[in-house]
């Protein structure tokens, strides 16, 4: 057998390929005869010390797979309606499959959540996710073109600007209360030297839990709060936590569960909240950080200024501990999803359209708006009472305060349309243009 | 028939003889990546494994029972051949704490040599789950001989239908929370082949799980045959259901009295089973069926995986030795209603399910009832069990019926105090 402990990685690949032929060949005593092997005939099975991947999680065994060829692990695409799968190509799989990031995460670990949700006809998914900040660069055959065709055509030479000025914003305090109901902005960060959900260990989802809860701990005044773990949560703060529409469950969506997001929950995971319930963050969901901006009525103004003051004094207090959030000028924010990069921005209002609706234009004028809508209990739900939830449908290649600026000028009109048809009046000479 | 130089060069060996050849351009690549050794070095530095270590303190599974912050460490960094971890094998445990009354097994093995690998953990999970089993110490008794079974006809007034199940795996090639697409596929292709090869009362024909015709399906469903995507949680976090469903598919014999899966839980699960009381015929069946299989995929330089402590080596600890469980499905009114009715299937060594299998409820008063141990008595022993246990079942019944009274059996000896 050979021995482990020499630094040359050729000789551990060498080894690990004798070794494997060794065991193989050694045992032909054994009861049949032709090239048996029995376990435990070498003197014993190979232990050695993890190199090159540490990560628990992951294809630790990706050099196994290497043994195979290309063509004998790629996946069967034939059924499958979403991004990765319209892009990924045998030739690419063939040229990616032997890479790994820093921390260990392979092609196959970035789409078996593709690989194992074919999708919908209707509804183009991603298909594949980022385990670590490194992913995107490793990958980039894959995920550049992912990203160019699910951000509108963003390319890879592509710059993206951040703007948290919330004084750059124009208007938005002023959205009708007796439609828009309620207005959120949420986001996501990653800490940076840390594994993503889909890829980290116990340990590391741990340590960002410890370093988020100590820079929450230190907000103040009117964004002074709590943190509850989700493990440790009494039920009276459970069910509190439920009826302000604030607590995060395990996710059951199987798009999550594919990637490994869920795994040891609820470890680490929890939620954070400032005292007037209007700032909340989520710790270990299906990103590092959710942070979210919402209060009643149609304030958006308010709600972004203080997302905007928020999110910079969150990172300010990452900083002043040694800590930076994963940020880059090509994809701005780099979150789990690439459908989330840039500012991971979905700015929203709950607001009701009940005429607006089921007119015929409709879904053309959202279009024209760069708007998406969603039924109120979140993305995939349907729309109660003729409610809906009403969001910017892009997240890179605009600022934040674009994105939020359409959002607040979109919903404007889309209400000044629906008091128009409550009138009987016509709506055709305000039609937008495309944006 | 297939000269043997066209089975030398189809057989495994010569698959990993050309692989390696290939894999002199892997050196190349892996050489580039030296970086990640210093990465790994440092994250092993920044990562105790105490900083890893399961939060367990709401399960109850054998895993969390066994696992203690000492052998986590001592086996954290280890990894099979395969390249399986630790982590890999606990995770289903981690992320099911199960239930108060109901203790599960909470982990998985990857591949054969996680047994030996993971021994320290393993090993008592392994004793608390098969009566205090030790494969340290003790060998388990392998015997496929049907023609040993006595007695093995039950009344069809009360036995429904009878079926014996096992699993087998194929040596060399990762099981199923670990295997590759590619591994996967040769699992299926090995085993379909050798399937080819059955004749007579054994010929059959194999139904992949992604080609099948709706038709096709509508039929195994019909039959009982069909096995779908796992939804336990059990099961998915153990990655079993990856790549759903490539390779998975349903073989079964023109008479449909033997059937196997393919890569569903376990490479292979191989039922035998018809309706009525013949439990004798399906025993027959069962293991002439296996042997032949076994023979076919010898021919070719494979075999299953076996050794002589645990048996025939399955994905679930709970499954080895002979990964047996024979049953019935048996109609008890009157003694089901009788309040000694779980002490008497205890003392038999026996346990009840639903009719639709484990964790369903019983319809009406038809049982399904099996054996409950796997390792350490051999596949007659356990059969013969079942049988002389159903006897006794039904004669209670039948005395319960003309109103006399039933006795509760003496404890069936196990190897635990």
């Not at chain 1, 021995?3 to 494997?20: A, D, F, M, N, P």
């Not at chain 1, 260990?201 to 709060?225: N, P």
């Not at chain 1, 909340?280 to 905007?308: A, P, T, Y």
């Not at chain 1, 359409?406 to 009987?424: F, H, S, T, Y």
Request: aromatic share 8%; with cysteine; net charge neutral.
């Amino acid at each position: 057998m050979i021995c482990y402990k020499g630094r040359s990685q050729v000789i551990r690949l060498t080894g690990e390929l004798l070794g494997r032929r060794c065991w193989f060949v050694s045992s032909s005593v054994g009861k049949i005869g032709i090239f048996v092997s029995t376990p435990g005939s070498c003197s014993n099975p190979q232990v050695r010390k993890q190199q090159g991947s540490t990560m628990p999680f992951g294809n630790t065994h990706n050099q196994m797979k290497l043994k195979f060829s290309s063509e004998q692990e790629y996946p069967d695409l034939s059924q499958h309606n979403n991004h990765m799968a319209k892009i990924l190509t045998p030739p690419m799989y063939e040229r990616l499959r032997s890479k790994q990031t820093p921390s260990g995460f392979t092609l196959d670990d970035v789409i078996q959540t593709g690989v194992d949700n074919p999708g919908h006809p209707f509804i183009m998914t991603v298909g594949c996710v980022a385990g670590d900040e490194e992913t995107y660069e490793v990958f980039k055959e894959l995920l550049d073109p992912v990203i160019e065709d699910r951000h509108g055509g963003y390319k890879p030479s592509d710059k993206h600007k951040t703007d948290l000025n919330a004084g750059n914003l124009k208007g938005g305090d002023d959205l009708d209360p007796n439609y828009v109901l309620s207005s959120r902005v949420r986001t996501g960060r990653s800490v940076r030297g840390f594994c993503l959900p889909p890829h980290c260990s116990r340990g590391e989802r741990r340590a960002v839990e410890k370093l988020s809860v100590e820079a929450l701990a230190a907000l103040s005044g009117d964004l002074k709060g709590k943190y509850y773990a989700l493990k440790n949560m009494t039920d009276a703060e459970q069910q509190q936590l439920i009826d302000d529409h604030f607590l995060f469950d395990k996710p059951v969506s199987p798009l999550l569960l594919a990637s490994g997001m869920a795994r040891d929950w609820p470890d680490a995971r929890g939620i954070w909240h400032n005292d007037n319930k209007t700032f909340l963050v989520w710790v270990n969901e299906e990103d590092h950080l959710r942070v979210i901006s919402m209060q009643k009525g149609g304030n958006m103004k308010e709600v972004f200024n203080r997302f905007c003051t928020g999110l910079t004094k969150i990172e300010n207090l990452f900083k002043e501990r040694g800590h930076a959030f994963m940020w880059n000028e090509h994809l701005g924010y780099v979150l789990t999803c690439p459908s989330n990069l840039g500012t991971g921005l979905r700015a929203g209002v709950h607001v009701k359209l009940p005429k607006m609706s089921k007119h015929p234009k409709f879904e053309d004028i959202l279009k024209k708006l760069r708007l998406q809508k969603r039924g109120t209990g979140g993305v995939d739900t349907a729309a109660v009472g003729g409610v809906f939830d009403i969001s910017n449908a892009d997240r890179l290649g605009f600022s934040e305060v674009e994105l939020v600026q359409m959002v607040v000028d979109g919903i404007k009109l889309l209400v000044d349309m629906e008091k128009r048809l409550e009138k009987g009046q016509s709506i055709d000479d305000i039609m937008p243009s495309q944006k | 028939m297939a000269s043997s130089f066209t089975r030398l060069i189809s057989g495994r060996n010569t698959a990993v003889l050309l692989a390696s050849l290939g894999a002199g351009t892997m050196a190349t690549s892996f050489l580039m990546s030296e970086s990640n050794s210093l990465f790994a070095d440092t994250k092993t530095k920044l990562y105790p494994p105490s900083s890893d270590f399961p939060d367990l303190r709401k399960h109850n599974n054998c895993m969390a029972s066994a696992l203690s912050p000492a052998v986590y460490a001592k086996l954290r960094d280890k990894l099979t051949p395969n390249n399986w971890t630790l982590d890999q094998c606990i995770q289903t445990g981690v992320d099911n704490p199960g239930h108060p009354f109901i203790k599960t097994v909470g982990c998985v093995a990857g591949d054969e040599e996680s047994y030996e690998v993971f021994a320290d953990l393993f090993d008592p999970v392994i004793k608390d789950r098969h009566n205090g089993y030790d494969p340290k110490t003790m060998t388990h008794p392998t015997d496929l001989d049907s023609s040993k079974i006595t007695n093995g006809i039950f009344d069809d007034k009360y036995v429904l239908s009878s079926r014996v199940r096992t699993g087998r795996s194929i040596r060399g090639l990762s099981l199923p929370p670990a295997c590759s697409r590619a591994e996967r596929r040769e699992v299926e292709r090995v085993v379909v082949t050798a399937l080819a090869g059955l004749q007579g009362d054994l010929a059959g024909r194999y139904y992949s799980l992604g080609d099948m015709t709706d038709k096709e399906q509508q039929q195994l469903i019909d039959d009982h045959f069909l096995f779908d995507k796992p939804v336990s949680p059990l099961l998915t976090c153990a990655f079993m259901a990856r790549d759903w469903p490539d390779a998975r598919g349903i073989w079964h014999n023109n008479e449909k009295t033997f059937l196997i899966w393919i890569n569903e839980e376990d490479h292979t699960r191989v039922i035998s089973m018809e309706k009525g009381g013949n439990m004798k015929r399906v025993f027959e069946r069962f293991c002439r069926g296996l042997k032949q299989v076994e023979h076919l995929i010898q021919e070719r330089g494979w075999e299953f995986m076996w050794n002589e402590h645990l048996g025939y080596i399955l994905t679930c600890p709970s499954n080895l030795g002979t990964g047996l469980r024979a049953g019935v499905h048996v109609r008890l009114p009157n003694l089901s209603k009788d309040s000694r009715f779980s002490k008497i299937l205890d003392n038999l060594r026996l346990q009840k399910r639903g009719t639709g299998g484990v964790d369903t409820a019983a319809v009406g008063d038809t049982f399904d009832i099996s054996n409950n141990d796997r390792l350490g008595k051999s596949e007659v022993e356990l059969v013969q069990l079942l049988i002389d246990g159903v006897h006794y079942l039904i004669e209670c019944e039948k005395r319960l019926e003309k109103g006399q009274d039933i006795k509760v059996p003496a404890p069936i000896a196990q190897f635990r105090k």
